[in-house]
């Protein structure tokens, strides 16, 4: 089955207000930056998005952020988001942290069918006892918090109770997609788009290469064609980093 249509625009179209977003990345490393580009010129809006963080303020999921199309965020990391920061702490926006190998397994965890795990993560702390702000009210008090979360002892050690995350739709990248929708992820681009992929009902791939059916060796394929719905084209300009980091220049002396 031919799995590519012809642009990012129809492939998000029919993504609804308050849809649940699996969105892969970290940082800005693999992030589905054209589906979300296209996401942003439509109007869905109230959504639920479930991502490792959320973008910047300008680019990735701060995009639908800052235009305040983001209803809640389930993440690990606030990250360099200022605009993340304000909109949780004003009441503007709910969000649920979650340990970061908790959330990849939750996520893992929903692809596969398994409703819930016990996980050590998050023992004596505010993520088993609940409490954690998850939405600010207007004037700083706690709108909303975290429940307590169901511990059981296996082996003498103590376990919480994780359940695991599905998606109305998956936003992910990869480097190379053939037209079944098999996928190659490069290096860190890896890390949650996989998961992300699995856990949506929907599964929307940006590739920066799309190939033809048999020319991915089965044994490099990442992510099998299985997993997705739709694939488009991704912009290969479209990346950013997060924060550059270089060494001085060394002069012909030095090298000497």
Not at 28 to 34: A, E, V
Not at 197 to 218: K, M, N
Not at 234 to 246: F, G, L, S
Request: glycine share 12%; net charge negative.
């Amino acid at each position: 089955m031919d799995k590519v249509l012809d642009s990012a625009a129809e492939a998000v179209g029919d993504i609804p207000d308050g849809a649940v977003l699996a969105v892969g990345g970290f940082g800005l490393c693999g992030i589905p930056s054209t589906l979300i580009g296209a996401l942003a010129a439509t109007d869905a809006t109230g959504l639920r998005v479930v991502s490792n963080n959320c973008g910047v303020d300008d680019w990735g999921l701060g995009l639908l952020l800052r235009a305040g199309r983001i209803a809640r965020m389930t993440s690990s990391y606030v990250g360099e988001n200022k605009e993340f920061a304000r909109q949780y702490l004003s009441g503007e926006l709910e969000v649920e942290l979650t340990p970061q190998g908790t959330l990849a397994e939750r996520l893992r965890a929903g692809g596969a069918g398994i409703p819930a795990f016990f996980t050590p993560a998050g023992i004596g702390t505010q993520v088993e006892e609940g409490g954690l702000p998850w939405r600010y009210a207007a004037d700083g008090s706690v709108a909303l918090a975290s429940p307590p979360k169901e511990v059981r002892e296996f082996g003498g050690r103590r376990y919480l109770l994780e359940e695991a995350i599905t998606a109305d739709f998956a936003l992910i990248r990869a480097e190379v997609a053939d037209r079944h929708g098999n996928c190659v992820f490069h290096t860190a681009a890896r890390n949650f788009n996989p998961l992300c992929a699995t856990a949506g009902r929907i599964t929307l791939v940006e590739a920066d290469r799309i190939v033809e059916p048999g020319e991915l060796p089965p044994d490099a394929v990442h992510l099998p064609g299985v997993y997705v719905d739709r694939v488009v084209g991704a912009d290969p300009a479209d990346r950013r980093i997060e924060r550059r980091t270089v060494r001085p220049a060394r002069t012909a002396l030095q090298e000497a």
